[in-house]
T-cell receptor
Framework: DAGVIQSPRHEVTEMGQEVTLRCKPI?????LFWYRQTMMRGLELLIY????????DSGMPEDRFSAKMPNASFSTLKIQPSEPRDSAVYFC?????????FGDGTRLSIL | GENVEQHPSTLSVQEGDSAVIKCTYS??????FPWYKQELGKGPQLIID?????GEKKDQRIAVTLNKTAKHFSLHITETQPEDSAVYFC??????????FGKGTKLTVNP
């Protein structure tokens, strides 16, 4: 059974560039979550969807961040323009009935 | 909103000893408490969870206890092995599907 799949695994780009992170949730899961992990702030919830609809985006740091879920098998997190302080590991997770399953993350470095 | 405190931040034990990690939460309405294990370069992996209608749950060498009155829950690992070395996160949920995580405990099991 395939788990949550994220791409790319690593991304290095210069500040000001647009960054798009991708996630394929586990088939049959109806919730999808985007998290950011840093040493200073730990694991932070950015936004989550239920049945492809955004439910809570209160964790999105600012307007430079946006997320979409066009269908049940795909979601994107976009940062435009990117800044060095956005450097972190970004995780996608999906769930059905409470138990969240995480992908292996995208390590993002903004130079 | 919910706040989860986790202690200790680091824990070093000898192989074969037990390890205990403790978490407290603030929202008395929280009803779901999962524990995650994160290895280097990987996403958090769910290892055990407990709901508020249960006081203790065991799965082989891992157990979780919950004290709703005191609003704290603990992870117990017995007969620790070097492969148990990782960062462990507790979390709590006071509303549908949304988790709040502790800051993590880095467990080192010395051979």
């Amino acid at each position: 059974d395939a788990g949550v799949i994220q791409s790319p695994r690593h991304e290095v780009t210069e500040m000001g560039q647009e960054v798009t992170l991708r996630c394929k949730p586990i088939s049959g899961h109806d919730y999808l979550f985007w998290y950011r992990q840093t040493m200073m702030r730990g694991l932070e919830l950015l936004i989550y969807f239920n049945n492809n609809v955004p439910i809570d985006d209160s964790g999105m740091p600012e307007d430079r961040f946006s997320a979409k879920m066009p269908n049940a098998s795909f979601s994107t997190l976009k940062i435009q323009p990117s800044e060095p302080r956005d450097s972190a590991v970004y995780f996608c997770a999906s769930s059905r009935s409470g138990s969240q399953h995480f992908g292996d993350g995208t390590r993002l470095s903004i130079l | 909103g919910e706040n989860v405190e986790q202690h200790p931040s680091t824990l070093s034990v000898q192989e074969g000893d037990s390890a205990v990690i403790k978490c407290t939460y603030s929202d008395s309405a929280s009803n779901y408490f999962p524990w995650y294990k994160q290895e280097l370069g990987k996403g958090p992996q769910l290892i055990i969870d407990i709901r508020s209608n249960v006081g203790e749950k065991k799965d082989q060498r891992i157990a979780v206890t919950l004290n709703k009155t005191a609003k704290h829950f603990s992870l117990h690992i017995t007969e620790t092995q070097p492969e148990d070395s990782a960062v462990y996160f507790c979390a709590a949920s006071s509303q549908s599907e949304k988790l709040v995580f502790g800051k993590g405990t880095k467990l080192t099991v010395n051979p």
